[in-house]
Protein backbone atom coordinates (compact mmCIF):
# COMPACT_ATOMS: atom_id res chain seq x y z
CA UNK A 1 0.00 0.00 0.00
CA UNK A 2 1.51 3.58 -0.64
CA UNK A 3 2.18 5.15 2.48
CA UNK A 4 2.28 8.90 2.91
CA UNK A 5 5.90 9.46 1.75
CA UNK A 6 5.06 7.93 -1.68
CA UNK A 7 1.83 10.22 -2.59
CA UNK A 8 4.07 12.83 -0.85
CA UNK A 9 6.61 12.40 -3.36
CA UNK A 10 4.38 12.12 -6.39
CA UNK A 11 2.35 15.09 -5.53
CA UNK A 12 5.54 16.92 -5.66
CA UNK A 13 6.99 15.45 -9.24
CA UNK A 14 2.90 15.78 -10.91
CA UNK A 15 3.23 19.29 -9.56
CA UNK A 16 6.53 20.48 -10.95
CA UNK A 17 5.03 18.56 -14.05
CA UNK A 18 1.89 19.85 -14.34
CA UNK A 19 1.21 23.22 -12.24
CA UNK A 20 0.45 26.21 -14.62
CA UNK A 21 -0.42 24.28 -17.42
CA UNK A 22 -3.39 24.27 -19.47
CA UNK A 23 -4.71 20.65 -19.90
CA UNK A 24 -4.77 19.71 -23.79
CA UNK A 25 -6.29 16.04 -23.20
CA UNK A 26 -8.49 14.50 -20.34
CA UNK A 27 -9.04 10.53 -21.05
CA UNK A 28 -10.49 8.15 -18.61
CA UNK A 29 -12.21 4.90 -18.26
CA UNK A 30 -13.93 5.63 -14.96
CA UNK A 31 -17.83 6.71 -15.32
CA UNK A 32 -17.90 9.02 -12.12
CA UNK A 33 -15.09 11.08 -13.91
CA UNK A 34 -16.47 10.42 -17.56
CA UNK A 35 -19.94 12.77 -16.26
CA UNK A 36 -18.25 15.37 -15.06
CA UNK A 37 -15.73 15.66 -18.25
CA UNK A 38 -19.21 15.45 -20.97
CA UNK A 39 -20.77 18.36 -18.68
CA UNK A 40 -17.81 20.07 -17.78
CA UNK A 41 -14.71 19.44 -19.91
CA UNK A 42 -11.12 19.33 -17.75
CA UNK A 43 -9.51 20.14 -21.57
CA UNK A 44 -8.78 23.91 -21.62
CA UNK A 45 -8.57 24.08 -17.75
CA UNK A 46 -5.34 24.78 -16.06
CA UNK A 47 -3.92 22.88 -13.42
CA UNK A 48 -3.43 24.95 -10.44
CA UNK A 49 -1.57 22.41 -8.30
CA UNK A 50 -1.26 19.04 -7.11
CA UNK A 51 -0.78 18.13 -3.38
CA UNK A 52 -1.13 15.69 -1.05
CA UNK A 53 -2.67 15.30 2.41
CA UNK A 54 -1.71 12.21 4.54
CA UNK A 55 -2.39 9.32 1.68
CA UNK A 56 -4.71 11.31 -0.35
CA UNK A 57 -3.33 13.43 -3.45
CA UNK A 58 -5.45 16.68 -4.59
CA UNK A 59 -5.31 17.67 -8.15
CA UNK A 60 -6.64 21.36 -8.53
CA UNK A 61 -8.02 22.84 -12.15
CA UNK A 62 -9.28 25.90 -12.68
CA UNK A 63 -12.79 26.46 -12.50
CA UNK A 64 -12.98 24.91 -8.67
CA UNK A 65 -12.49 21.39 -9.86
CA UNK A 66 -10.54 18.75 -7.28
CA UNK A 67 -9.56 15.85 -8.54
CA UNK A 68 -9.09 13.37 -5.52
CA UNK A 69 -7.63 9.95 -5.78
CA UNK A 70 -6.39 7.58 -3.42
CA UNK A 71 -3.63 4.70 -4.36
CA UNK A 72 -5.28 1.81 -2.33
CA UNK A 73 -3.04 -1.31 -2.34
CA UNK A 74 -1.91 -0.86 -6.47
CA UNK A 75 -2.24 2.39 -7.37
CA UNK A 76 0.36 4.67 -9.21
CA UNK A 77 0.64 7.85 -11.16
CA UNK A 78 3.22 7.90 -13.61
CA UNK A 79 4.44 10.91 -15.61
CA UNK A 80 5.42 10.86 -19.18
CA UNK A 81 7.11 12.60 -22.20
CA UNK A 82 5.00 12.98 -25.24
CA UNK A 83 5.49 9.89 -27.30
CA UNK A 84 6.88 8.10 -24.27
CA UNK A 85 6.61 4.32 -23.90
CA UNK A 86 4.19 3.74 -20.73
CA UNK A 87 5.81 1.44 -18.50
CA UNK A 88 2.31 -0.28 -17.71
CA UNK A 89 -0.06 -1.62 -20.23
CA UNK A 90 -3.03 0.04 -20.83
CA UNK A 91 -5.53 -2.15 -19.51
CA UNK A 92 -4.40 -0.73 -16.05
CA UNK A 93 -4.64 2.79 -17.01
CA UNK A 94 -7.75 4.90 -14.99
CA UNK A 95 -7.07 8.64 -16.16
CA UNK A 96 -4.65 10.45 -18.79
CA UNK A 97 -3.93 14.34 -17.96
CA UNK A 98 -2.02 15.85 -20.85
CA UNK A 99 -0.03 18.98 -21.19
CA UNK A 100 2.40 20.24 -23.79
CA UNK A 101 5.05 18.97 -22.09
CA UNK A 102 3.76 16.02 -20.00
CA UNK A 103 1.20 13.06 -20.02
CA UNK A 104 0.04 11.97 -16.44
CA UNK A 105 -1.21 8.58 -16.37
CA UNK A 106 -2.82 7.22 -12.68
CA UNK A 107 -2.87 3.02 -13.18
CA UNK A 108 -4.97 0.87 -11.26
CA UNK A 109 -6.51 4.03 -8.99
CA UNK A 110 -9.19 2.62 -6.96
CA UNK A 111 -10.63 5.88 -5.96
CA UNK A 112 -11.20 8.80 -7.77
CA UNK A 113 -13.87 11.78 -7.71
CA UNK A 114 -14.28 14.97 -8.73
CA UNK A 115 -15.15 17.68 -6.05
CA UNK A 116 -15.72 21.04 -5.76
CA UNK A 117 -13.98 23.52 -2.81
CA UNK A 118 -17.79 23.18 -1.19
CA UNK A 119 -18.26 19.49 -1.33
CA UNK A 120 -14.62 18.60 -0.55
CA UNK A 121 -14.79 20.79 2.60
CA UNK A 122 -17.72 17.62 3.23
CA UNK A 123 -15.75 14.49 2.66
CA UNK A 124 -16.34 12.05 5.46
CA UNK A 125 -12.37 10.54 4.94
CA UNK A 126 -10.71 13.95 4.57
CA UNK A 127 -12.82 15.23 7.53
CA UNK A 128 -11.66 12.92 9.77
CA UNK A 129 -7.52 12.91 8.71
CA UNK A 130 -5.40 13.84 11.83
CA UNK A 131 -2.05 15.96 11.32
CA UNK A 132 -0.13 14.64 8.23
CA UNK A 133 2.92 13.75 9.15
CA UNK A 134 4.59 15.55 6.50
CA UNK A 135 2.95 18.30 6.88
CA UNK A 136 4.72 21.84 8.00
CA UNK A 137 2.65 22.08 11.09
CA UNK A 138 2.94 18.89 12.20
CA UNK A 139 3.80 18.42 15.93
CA UNK A 140 4.89 15.54 17.61
CA UNK A 141 4.00 15.93 21.11
CA UNK A 142 0.25 16.72 19.68
CA UNK A 143 -0.08 13.71 17.66
CA UNK A 144 1.42 11.92 21.45
CA UNK A 145 -1.50 13.12 22.97
CA UNK A 146 -4.02 12.31 19.94
CA UNK A 147 -2.07 9.00 20.16
CA UNK A 148 -3.15 8.79 23.74
CA UNK A 149 -7.44 8.43 23.25
CA UNK A 150 -6.90 5.27 21.26
CA UNK A 151 -6.34 3.16 24.75
CA UNK A 152 -8.00 0.41 24.01
CA UNK A 153 -6.21 -0.57 20.60
CA UNK A 154 -2.81 -2.11 20.37
CA UNK A 155 0.09 0.56 19.44
CA UNK A 156 0.50 -1.46 16.17
CA UNK A 157 -3.47 -0.58 14.34
CA UNK A 158 -3.63 2.84 16.50
CA UNK A 159 -1.01 3.87 14.27
CA UNK A 160 -2.21 3.28 10.95
CA UNK A 161 -5.40 5.12 12.10
CA UNK A 162 -5.71 7.71 9.65
CA UNK A 163 -7.66 9.83 12.21
CA UNK A 164 -4.78 10.03 14.87
CA UNK A 165 -2.29 10.99 12.03
CA UNK A 166 -2.26 11.00 8.30
CA UNK A 167 0.22 9.12 6.29
CA UNK A 168 1.24 5.93 8.29
CA UNK A 169 1.46 2.84 6.77
CA UNK A 170 2.31 -0.48 7.33
CA UNK A 171 6.31 -0.36 6.71
CA UNK A 172 6.84 2.22 8.82
CA UNK A 173 4.51 1.31 11.68
CA UNK A 174 6.88 -1.87 11.98
CA UNK A 175 9.93 0.42 11.87
CA UNK A 176 8.52 2.73 13.81
CA UNK A 177 7.67 0.59 16.77
CA UNK A 178 11.06 -1.27 16.12
CA UNK A 179 13.01 2.62 16.90
CA UNK A 180 10.68 3.18 20.03
CA UNK A 181 11.43 -0.45 21.65
CA UNK A 182 7.56 -0.18 21.65
CA UNK A 183 6.18 -3.92 20.94
CA UNK A 184 3.46 -3.19 18.47
CA UNK A 185 0.51 -6.03 20.35
CA UNK A 186 1.01 -3.60 23.57
CA UNK A 187 -1.84 -1.46 24.25
CA UNK A 188 -1.87 2.19 23.84
CA UNK A 189 -2.78 2.40 27.11
CA UNK A 190 -0.14 1.29 28.49
CA UNK A 191 2.65 3.06 26.96
CA UNK A 192 4.54 5.92 29.03
CA UNK A 193 4.57 9.45 27.60
CA UNK A 194 7.96 8.89 26.44
CA UNK A 195 7.29 6.10 24.35
CA UNK A 196 4.15 7.76 22.78
CA UNK A 197 6.26 10.91 22.17
CA UNK A 198 8.91 8.77 20.82
CA UNK A 199 6.45 7.05 18.18
CA UNK A 200 5.04 10.22 16.58
CA UNK A 201 8.92 11.64 16.73
CA UNK A 202 10.53 9.00 14.73
CA UNK A 203 6.99 9.22 12.39
CA UNK A 204 8.15 12.61 11.23
CA UNK A 205 11.41 11.54 11.12
CA UNK A 206 10.88 8.53 9.29
CA UNK A 207 8.66 9.75 6.71
CA UNK A 208 10.69 13.36 5.97
CA UNK A 209 13.92 11.48 5.74
CA UNK A 210 11.85 9.35 2.84
CA UNK A 211 10.96 12.75 0.80
CA UNK A 212 14.20 14.92 1.24
CA UNK A 213 14.76 16.31 -2.05
CA UNK A 214 18.29 17.81 -2.59
CA UNK A 215 17.20 19.37 -5.97
CA UNK A 216 15.61 22.95 -6.87
CA UNK A 217 14.00 22.43 -9.39
CA UNK A 218 13.27 20.04 -12.36
CA UNK A 219 11.24 16.61 -12.78
CA UNK A 220 12.11 13.96 -9.65
CA UNK A 221 10.67 10.68 -9.89
CA UNK A 222 11.78 8.71 -7.22
CA UNK A 223 13.16 5.53 -7.64
CA UNK A 224 15.20 4.58 -4.74
CA UNK A 225 13.95 2.54 -1.95
CA UNK A 226 12.07 3.17 1.40
CA UNK A 227 14.72 2.94 4.44
CA UNK A 228 15.11 3.59 8.08
CA UNK A 229 18.15 2.45 8.75
CA UNK A 230 20.46 5.18 6.77
CA UNK A 231 23.12 2.35 5.83
CA UNK A 232 24.12 2.29 1.73
CA UNK A 233 23.57 -1.38 1.22
CA UNK A 234 20.04 -1.89 -0.39
CA UNK A 235 19.45 -5.12 1.34
CA UNK A 236 20.15 -3.68 4.66
CA UNK A 237 17.51 -0.51 4.47
CA UNK A 238 14.57 -1.26 6.95
CA UNK A 239 14.72 -3.00 10.36
CA UNK A 240 12.45 -5.23 10.54
CA UNK A 241 9.57 -4.99 8.05
CA UNK A 242 9.85 -7.77 5.51
CA UNK A 243 12.46 -9.74 7.56
CA UNK A 244 10.46 -12.34 9.19
CA UNK A 245 12.72 -15.06 10.82
CA UNK A 246 16.18 -13.11 9.93
CA UNK A 247 17.96 -12.18 12.88
CA UNK A 248 17.81 -8.44 14.42
CA UNK A 249 19.99 -6.05 13.20
CA UNK A 250 20.64 -4.64 16.78
CA UNK A 251 20.56 -8.31 18.65
CA UNK A 252 20.68 -10.77 16.71
CA UNK A 253 17.25 -12.43 17.77
CA UNK A 254 15.05 -14.07 14.72
CA UNK A 255 12.37 -11.12 13.48
CA UNK A 256 8.38 -12.28 13.97
CA UNK A 257 5.62 -11.51 12.25
CA UNK A 258 1.89 -11.98 12.42
CA UNK A 259 -1.12 -10.85 11.07
CA UNK A 260 -2.47 -7.59 13.50
CA UNK A 261 -6.36 -5.81 13.39
CA UNK A 262 -9.30 -6.17 11.42
CA UNK A 263 -7.63 -5.43 8.18
CA UNK A 264 -5.02 -8.09 8.75
CA UNK A 265 -1.76 -6.62 8.04
CA UNK A 266 1.58 -8.24 8.78
CA UNK A 267 3.12 -6.66 11.90
CA UNK A 268 7.21 -7.21 12.05
CA UNK A 269 9.17 -7.04 15.27
CA UNK A 270 12.14 -8.02 17.53
CA UNK A 271 10.84 -10.25 20.61
CA UNK A 272 13.73 -9.21 22.58
CA UNK A 273 14.18 -5.27 21.47
CA UNK A 274 10.51 -5.35 21.65
CA UNK A 275 9.10 -7.10 24.47
CA UNK A 276 5.61 -7.37 25.18
CA UNK A 277 5.91 -6.37 29.10
CA UNK A 278 6.44 -2.58 29.48
Known amino acids: MAEGDTIFRAARTLNRALAGQTVTRFDTVLPQLSRID ?14 SQGKWMLMRFSGDLILLTHMRMNGSWHIYRPGEAWRRGRQHMRVVIETKDYIAVGFDIPVAEFHDSASLARHPSLIRLGPDVLGEAFDPAEAAKRLREFVDLPVGEALLRQSMVAGIGNVFKSEICFA ?99
Open 38 to 51: QDSPIAGRTVLSVE
Open 180 to 278: CGVNPFRMVSSLTDTELLCLTTRAQEYLRANVTDAASNGIITYSGFRRTTRRADPGARLWVYGRDKQPCRHCGTSIQSRKQGAAARVTFWCPRCQPLSS
